[in-house]
């Protein structure tokens, strides 16, 4: 069955830089992956979707990409600020419609 | 617009006791889920629905029910609770069932003692 890694470690970024943060999976390539954003004690929020098809996708500071010979994303946030601290989930479309994969997340801190 | 509202927000049982779970999505959205989040794990689909009046089994549906009678709602309930349900429990609905965002509530803490 698929299953999806992302660094259970906590990853200090310095404001400023990129925090780049991975998630691999093992089994078949999806035909899509999404990242959310996690604050404590709140629902996670859609940030991106990529698609099998798609190699990179921009949104303002975010970028996100997926190799599927590697079985990786990257989740790439720019000039990162404190307000960038969360957890981010990526998340992978099943081998079923409707049901997505979710990865444990891996929880961002940004220092000033 | 309020989104996807679920309550309560925190609630404690005892071991035996039933209780359910209110998700309520004014989108006007087809699909619908509950989920389960624990400490070190990815989020767990418990059961989903479709449309109205359809639901369907997810990952691990055992010890939970659910109900959509109406297309704006989806409870789930606990029939007889046991400690292993602690946990936080986040509904989420979508457009559609595939290559669709979900918008999740703001989740139930549910401890079992």
């Known amino acids: 069955s698929q299953k999806i890694e992302q660094n259970s470690e906590a990853l200090n970024i310095q404001e400023g830089k990129t925090a780049t943060l991975t998630c691999n999976y093992t089994n078949y390539s999806p035909a899509y992956l999404q990242w959310y954003r996690q604050d404590p004690g709140r629902g996670p929020v859609f940030l991106l979707l990529i698609r099998e098809n798609e190699k990179e996708k921009r949104k303002e500071r975010l970028k996100v990409t997926f190799d599927t010979t590697l079985k990786q994303s990257l989740f790439h946030i720019t000039a990162s600020q404190p307000a960038d601290s969360a957890t981010y989930l990526c998340?992978?479309?099943?081998?079923?419609?409707?049901?997505?994969?979710w990865g444990a997340g891996t929880k961002l801190i940004i220092k000033p | 617009n309020a989104g996807v509202t679920q309550t309560p927000k925190f609630r404690v049982l005892k071991t035996g006791q039933s209780m359910t779970l209110l998700c309520a999505q004014d989108?006007?959205?087809?699909?619908m889920y509950w989920y389960r989040q624990d400490p070190g794990m990815g989020l767990r689909l418990i059961h989903y629905?479709?449309?109205?009046?359809?639901?369907a089994k997810g990952e691990v549906p055992d010890g939970y029910n659910v109900s959509r009678l109406k297309k704006q709602n989806f409870l789930l309930g606990l029939e007889s609770a046991a400690p292993s349900q602690t946990s936080v429990y986040f509904c989420a609905s979508s457009i559609d069932g595939y290559n669709e965002k979900l918008f999740f509530g703001s989740g139930t803490q549910l401890s079992v003692l």
């Open positions: 989108m006007n959205h087809e699909y």
């Open positions: 629905s479709v449309g109205e009046g359809t639901t």
């Open positions: 998340a992978l479309a099943g081998d079923s419609n409707y049901q997505l994969i």
